[in-house]
């Protein structure tokens, strides 16, 4: 289906007439319910059915085409995006890279708690008050999300020095690699 089809149906119902006849089919009325005479009823009914918003009924009336708009919102649609699972969570969870919520079921929390983890360079320590702003970032609870993140093993504390241990590490080769 084209651009075409669609500025042809968008134009029939931007004109009166055509506009006219389609309301008093789609109220399941005549199209005599119109308000037109009957030339410009019939010349309204012949440019609907070109345009495939109507169609005879088979018992000498006329019906609105009422699939003609799905087809038409279907061609112009872009296909629907695939999300992973993990990117479902995230989409759920994250709105402008920030959490709405810590997400209390576990498995949604791991997913999350790996998103968070990928701020911190895998090597590099970290004074707890850079992994507080850092955290602070994504959640004003940055207290209970560094607790999630060493509890689940994907930082590492010890004298109030953090880095990162765990969570998914990307290994694909770097520029001129």
């Given at each position: 289906m084209s651009d075409e089809a669609i500025r042809q149906v968008l134009g029939l119902l931007y004109q009166d007439d055509t506009l006219r006849v389609l309301s008093a089919l789609a109220l399941e009325r005549g199209p005599e319910e119109s308000g037109l005479d009957r030339d410009a009823m019939s010349l309204a009914l012949n440019r609907l059915e070109r345009g495939g918003l109507a169609v005879p009924d088979g018992e000498g009336g006329w019906r609105v085409r009422r699939e003609r708009f799905r087809e038409l919102l279907h061609a112009s649609a872009p296909p629907p995006e695939v999300l992973s699972p993990?990117?479902?969570?995230?989409?759920?969870?994250?709105?402008?890279?920030?959490?709405?919520?810590i997400?209390?079921?576990?498995?949604?929390?791991l997913i999350v708690l790996d998103y968070v983890a990928q701020v911190?360079?895998?090597?590099?320590?970290?004074?707890?008050k850079a992994v507080n702003v850092a955290l602070r970032a994504f959640h004003d609870d940055y207290a209970a999300?560094?607790?999630?993140?060493?509890?689940?093993?994907?930082l590492t504390r010890e004298?109030?020095?953090?880095w990162r241990s765990g969570g998914a590490v990307d290994i694909s080769p770097?520029?001129?690699a």
């Open positions: 993990e990117e479902k969570v995230l989409r759920s969870f994250l709105v402008d890279g920030r959490l709405r919520a997400p209390t079921k576990r498995d949604k929390q911190f360079e895998p090597g590099v320590r970290y004074p707890e999300l560094r607790r999630y993140l060493v509890d689940e093993g994907m004298n109030n020095v953090y770097g520029p001129g």
